[in-house]
């Protein structure tokens, strides 16, 4: 079994994607990093993102024998622990819209209704749902971890929302790739208006989060051009995304965009 299967399926790969999007914030506006919070950022995105993709394979009685399954199992576990142990060190109001956040990714999961519907399979709901809880956990949770008092509400406001919009850009190579499995009752944005069109507003999203970055950051700074460059290979990656893709194409490089953008950022202007 390859190293690299255990990495992403595991939920390590995109939970160091969402504590990037975290750190990107930190570097965006200028805050002070905790490491407490990117520890729960990171732990609690394998807990809900392992508990999403996994519950009902552990709770409906099918076979867990399997080697991956296991180690998903103790990733899962250890990751719980330690965002527990994150929690001690948290301010209560951020510990709370943690909990919402959490409440959110439960819904998402889990079946809140009589007719055993979760947030998942409500029409056209998937993709806001995403976006949201990610904004929320890689901006506001900083933000008020910091204390927004000390910071100009617009600087927040376009950095919630290009982070809304960014990351439903990011969610369209999934969606793409699993247009032809995915239960035409869910109301992904290729099935409700074909891959080519997602594509098309995905490029517009774009533009719309370089503008908001402007808002943010001069356009002569550093910061613009590192985004510049951001949305240049997010473009690219929307443009080649096909149903039919390679096997890490989503799951692995286009995760690994905000990564790099975070990357880039420390290595611009150490905190």
């Excluded at 009589?114 to 998942?120: D, I, P, Q, S, Y």
């Amino acid at each position: 079994m390859k190293l690299a299967d255990i990495y992403i399926k595991s939920s390590l790969h995109v939970a160091l994607a969402v504590t990037a999007l975290a750190l990107v914030t930190v570097y965006e506006l200028g805050i002070s990093a905790d490491p407490f919070l990117l520890g729960f950022i990171f732990s609690s995105t394998v807990v809900s993102y392992n508990f999403t993709k996994y519950v009902f394979v552990f709770t409906a009685g099918a076979d867990r024998s399997g080697t991956l399954l296991k180690r998903i199992g103790v990733i899962s576990v250890l990751a719980f622990l330690a965002m527990c142990l994150m929690l001690f060190r948290l301010p209560i109001d951020v510990i709370l819209l943690a909990a919402v956040f959490g409440a959110i990714t439960i819904a998402y999961a889990v079946p809140v209704s009589e007719g055993k519907r979760n947030l998942r399979s409500v029409y056209g709901i998937k993709i806001a749902v995403i976006a949201i809880v990610w904004a929320g956990v890689t901006v506001i949770l900083p933000v008020m971890n910091y204390g927004i008092e000390s910071l100009s509400v617009l600087d927040v406001g376009a950095e919630s929302l290009q982070r809304l919009l960014f990351v439903a850009v990011l969610i369209l190579p999934f969606d793409i790739r699993d247009y032809r499995y995915d239960d035409s009752t869910l109301g992904t944005l290729p099935q409700l208006i074909g891959v080519r069109e997602s594509k098309v507003l995905g490029m517009g999203l774009l533009i719309s989060c370089v503008v908001l970055e402007a808002i943010i950051n001069p356009v002569s700074s550093t910061s613009f051009v590192i985004f510049g460059l951001i949305a240049a290979v997010t473009a690219v990656m929307v443009r080649r995304s096909m149903m039919i893709q390679s096997r890490y194409f989503a799951s692995f490089w286009v995760e690994s965009i905000p990564i790099f953008w975070a990357i880039l950022l420390i290595f611009s202007k150490p905190i």
